[in-house]
């Protein structure tokens, strides 16, 4: 499989070489270049095989050029320990929950599968990478998780002191090992935009093997299509007609999910759920995309004001409005909407949603009532475990969930950072003196 940039100004390149490179040249996103027809192999798989394993026959028909299918089987094996679970909540709506990896949220599905696929490359070609990140939070702790003792890889992420919760900071600091945390004086956007300057400096990139493995890489994209064909398998039988419902900040997840469909996957729709950062769905709606500033809303993981994928599905869809409609519906889901579904499913239920996860069950429900008039059964994606979110689930239902064991474990680790000043010129000194 070749790789294409959404831009249309650079070389294509092969999965390994997307991998490394994160972002294209000519700063669009890696696609794929074909679409090649699962169909057939969707409809053999069956419901008794576990995720790895149905994940690994994916991964070599994909990159049959690149990875042999038992170097698959092996490289699926080590990527996913965990696997999803899918839930009936009510009749025609599952929820699919996507928090059992090691930092409780879907992004682990991503980060593990590239953090693997990077150490699978370097090893064979004995060479090293350095990962260079900055995170407001949450995206660096499941790369932090994923990349923890893998040969070959030092991580190095950037995260401004004092600005994320004790528990975000416990997962980014605790592991040690090859994983090396900067506590940096100043704001997200100052980590960012040392970051950016670092990847820029030609000294830093002729000394040191700098990679990212930031969301827009395509190795955290392509293995979230995974888990909507093993969503499928588990529904054989019960439906053939699937809608997948998804909460959506930059629009990876959903674009992994339209690339599912594209290569076979039976999906009849997709529901765009957002919080009040709704330009997707604006432009569903009336055809004009304008991104704005984010706005603060429980769901923050999805507080995106200029959803990075946007570029990928209009390439998916040829910037074809009307087909790019007539597939993905949209749903935008206030804060006050998003407390009330906490509280009315778990007195309904007793399920305990995540703000996110309610984000889309509101999205569903509703997509239910306005369009659905056939049958078809609803998965509602579930990103993040509600532990994460103690304040709003415990305003919703009076409940404190409960921290999951893996998150309880790391509250109990040991802090381990370097502080360093917001300038290009201190992080260039702890590179190179570290790693050079
Ligand atoms: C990242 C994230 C999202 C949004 O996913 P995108 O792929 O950016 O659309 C939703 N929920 C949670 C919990 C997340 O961490």
Known sequence: MKFFSTRKNSPEVSFEGAIFKGLAPDGGL?????????????LKMTRQEDFASIAAKVIANLFNDEIPQDDAIQLCKKAFPFSPKLKKLEEGLHILELFHGPSCAFKDFGASFLANSMEYFLKSEQRQALILTATSGDTGSAVAQAFYQKD???????????RVSPLQEKQLTTLGGNIHALEVEGAFDDC?????????DPALSEALPLSSANSINLGRLIPQSLYYIWAFTQLKGISDEIIFCVPSGNFGNLTAGVLSWRWGLPVSSFIAATNANDVVPEYLQTGNYETRPSLATYSNAMDVGAPSNFERLLTIFQDDWNVMKSMIHGESI????????????????????DPHTAVGVLASRRFREKVLTGGGEIVSLSTAHPGKFVEIVKEATGEEPQLPEALQK???????????????????????????
């Open 30 to 42: 890696y696609h794929p270049v074909d679409e090649p027809d699962l169909s057939k192999l969707f």
């Open 152 to 162: 070959n890889i030092d991580v190095v992420i950037l995260y401004p002191k004092g």
């Open 192 to 200: 960012q935009r040392m970051v950016k300057e670092a990847f820029t």
């Open 334 to 353: 206030s804060d006050e909407e998003t407390l009330k579904t906490i509280s009315d499913v778990y007195q309904e239920k007793g399920y305990i949603l």
């Open 410 to 436: 790391v509250m109990m680790g040991k802090k381990q950072t370097t502080v360093i000043n917001n300038t290009l010129e201190e992080l260039s000194a702890f590179l190179m003196d570290n790693f050079a």
